[in-house]
């Protein structure tokens, strides 16, 4: 059973702060994802990761960056919160290949930024 | 570019009736397309694939190359089926398969 974890289900930042959201999986997967989620735009990509110290950006990257050290870890970091950036954030994980559409979600951090 | 329309965010139904989630898309390739389900207080997850032409829950999408559309369908809506629901596209990429999805559908089934 694949378990996809991230590291807080809430969280309150002022603005300004740095914000780091960790995500963990433990399925050995190689594709890591982070989405931001919001009513009415559906789920829009911020960073992926294809392999340890790989990253690339998505739809959205402005104001955000990742960091993967460990196959297992994928962190967004949100170098200084602004209100806009409140929204739910959503880690998944996949596979590499014929099997890689079918990602892997955590439970999500809602992020408030005040 | 990849674009994934949604074009109902609520859908209202009552128990047994039929419902039908549209979904249309834009691609210049192949599209493989699936629909995701988030139930409450749930994790997102993958309801089915359009390759796999397979039944879950009762629900079925059939892809139309003509029309650009996903729409998921089911004859008789249960009120378990209440949920959001994303339809998605796959791009490829280095990471092989990148998902774009659309903006959700909020499906609600009354008793």
């Known amino acids: 059973d694949v378990k996809v974890t991230q590291s807080s289900r809430y969280l309150v930042k002022r603005t300004g702060e740095k914000v780091f959201l960790e995500c963990v999986q433990d399925m050995d997967h190689e594709n890591m994802f982070w989405y931001r989620q919001d009513p009415g735009l559906g789920l829009r990509l911020i960073y992926f990761?294809?392999?340890?110290?790989?990253?690339e950006k998505g739809d959205i990257p402005e104001g955000y960056s990742v960091s993967r050290e460990k196959k297992e870890r994928f962190s967004l970091i949100l170098e200084s919160a602004s209100t806009n950036q409140t929204s739910m954030y959503l880690c998944a994980s996949s596979s590499p290949g014929l099997l890689s559409y079918e990602q892997y979600f955590g439970p999500g951090t809602r992020l408030t930024v005040t | 570019a990849q674009r994934v329309t949604q074009p109902e965010k609520l859908l209202s139904v009552f128990k047994g009736a039929p419902v039908e989630l549209k979904c249309n898309y834009s691609?210049?390739?192949?599209?493989?397309l699936f629909w995701y389900v988030q139930y409450s207080r749930q994790r997102l997850q993958l309801l089915l694939r359009h390759i796999s032409r397979e039944s879950i829950k009762g629900f079925t999408a059939d892809l139309n190359k003509g029309e650009t559309s996903f729409h998921l369908k089911k004859p008789f809506a249960q009120e378990e089926d209440s949920a959001m629901y994303y339809c998605a596209l796959s791009g490829h990429n280095n990471a092989g398969n990148m998902l774009t999805f659309g903006g959700g559908t909020r499906l609600m089934v009354k008793p």
């Open positions: 990761s294809y392999d340890v110290k790989m990253k």
């Open positions: 691609y210049s390739g192949s599209p493989e």
